[in-house]
């Protein structure tokens, strides 16, 4: 079975600062993995997605991930981030089970940005 | 513009009633979910159809029923046999691809149910 797990319930960081969101997976095969953002009180937002080639994938809003296999990773980036970043954050691994798409959400990070 | 739309935004009701949300895509997508998010645990999967006139079984159906009798509607009936209706739902809509998962799900903003 596939899961995903995101181990930061909430982070905070200050406006201006570098920002690492954690997600590993675990999946038999080749994932098919996404990151969303969801605004408080609004439905999710695809930021980036990734399912062949370069492991390097960027996003919307400055977003980029990288995969590692030998990790089972797929962390989010962000080199500066801005006030309006503050949400919430969910990877997803995806793939296909009796014809249609099997999405599997992590549990979300919260994130805070102070001024 | 293309997109989801859900109606209402908030939703309150008596415990005992049933309730319908409305869920409703320009996309032109086949595929359509319902989700469940509750604080702290990410969205389950309700239900999900492929097709017109179909649909299956998500992960947590029960005291859910859904239908799908046009290609732009996937409405989500919240039944009396729900022990713990009070969430938020989320609508999602997708390409079909019998090939590849690889397309991402469009989200609705969402309808806050409220019984009590």
């Known amino acids: 079975a596939q899961s995903v797990t995101q181990p930061d319930i909430h982070i905070t960081v200050s406006e201006g600062a570098s920002l690492e969101l954690r997600c590993n997976y675990s999946?038999?095969?080749?994932?098919?993995l996404f990151w969303y953002v969801q605004s408080p009180g609004q439905g999710l937002q695809l930021l980036l997605k990734?399912?062949?080639?370069?492991?390097l994938v960027q996003g919307i809003k400055g977003f980029e991930a990288e995969f590692k296999r030998s990790q089972s990773s797929f962390n989010l980036r962000k080199p500066s981030v801005h006030w309006s970043d503050a949400a919430e954050y969910f990877c997803?691994?995806?793939?296909?089970?009796?014809?249609?798409?099997?999405?599997?959400f992590g549990t979300g990070t919260k994130l805070q940005v102070i001024p | 513009d293309g997109g989801i739309t859900q109606s209402p935004k908030y939703l309150f009701r008596k415990e005992g009633q049933n309730v319908t949300l409305s869920c409703e895509q320009n996309?032109?997508?086949?595929?359509m979910y319902w989700y469940r998010q509750d604080p702290g645990q990410g969205l389950r999967l309700i239900y999900y159809?492929?097709?017109?006139?179909?649909?299956q079984k998500g992960d947590i159906a029960e005291g859910y029923s859904v239908s799908r009798e046009k290609k732009e509607s996937f409405p989500l009936t919240v039944t009396s046999a729900q022990k713990n209706p009070t969430a938020f739902y989320l609508c999602?809509?997708?390409?079909?691809?019998?090939?590849?998962?690889?397309?991402?799900?469009?989200f609705g903003p969402g309808t806050r149910l409220t019984v009590t």
């Open positions: 997803a691994v995806v793939r296909y089970s009796g014809g249609y798409q099997k999405v599997t």
């Open positions: 159809s492929q097709i017109v006139n179909d649909f």
């Open positions: 996309l032109n997508h086949d595929a």
């Open positions: 990734y399912f062949s080639g370069d492991t």
């Open positions: 999946y038999g095969a080749t994932p098919y």
């Open positions: 999602a809509s997708s390409v079909q691809d019998r090939l590849s998962p690889r397309y991402e799900q469009y």
